[in-house]
């Protein structure tokens, strides 16, 4: 067993086999997960918000699905992960309200997941598993050794995509 490293709200960071990687309390915030199953090396990004242009106070790259996702890219190749064989694992984005909203700026986590996916899609990175929505937070662990992303909620079995 290697080291757990751990991700922060609004952060980003990599591993290798037999590191791990973890992200804590993901509510209406996504993590997204690229990693190369050969290389067996992957990033997290812990994504508060979808879109770094609405936001004036937008020097912090890893809050927004568009620049996290590029930092995060940038950084897993030139730590040696293959840019053809990269994969994405995506969990989080949930409503942590009980009412459902039209209002936008209740559907954080949605138009986080919507972004993410937009992103990924226009970067060409396949999205092979995902954990999204619903109305409970997630704490997530990858492990580039087996692709495991493992996926914990208070009051849930942990289980793994």
Request: net charge positive; hydrophobic share 40%; aromatic share 6%.
């Amino acid at each position: 067993m290697g080291n757990m490293i751990k991700v922060g709200m609004a952060d980003m960071n990599y591993c290798h086999a037999p590191d791990a990687i973890t992200t804590l309390g993901l509510g209406s915030c996504v993590g997204v997960v690229l990693y190369d199953p050969n290389a067996k090396i992957a990033g997290l990004v812990h994504i508060m918000l979808p879109d770094s242009t609405k936001i004036r106070n937008n020097e912090n790259c890893a809050k927004f699905a568009d620049t996290g996702i590029d930092e995060m890219l940038r950084r897993v190749i030139s730590a040696g992960a293959s840019r053809s064989a990269l994969k994405a694992k995506i969990a989080g984005g949930a409503q942590m309200f009980a009412f459902s909203s039209e209002n936008d700026l209740l559907r954080v986590g949605a138009r986080n997941v919507e972004a993410v996916k937009e992103k990924l899609a226009g970067l060409r990175i396949p999205i092979v598993a995902e954990d999204t929505g619903k109305s409970y937070g997630r704490t997530i662990e990858f492990y580039p050794e087996t692709c495991d992303l493992l996926i914990k909620a208070v009051g849930k079995s942990t289980y793994k995509i």
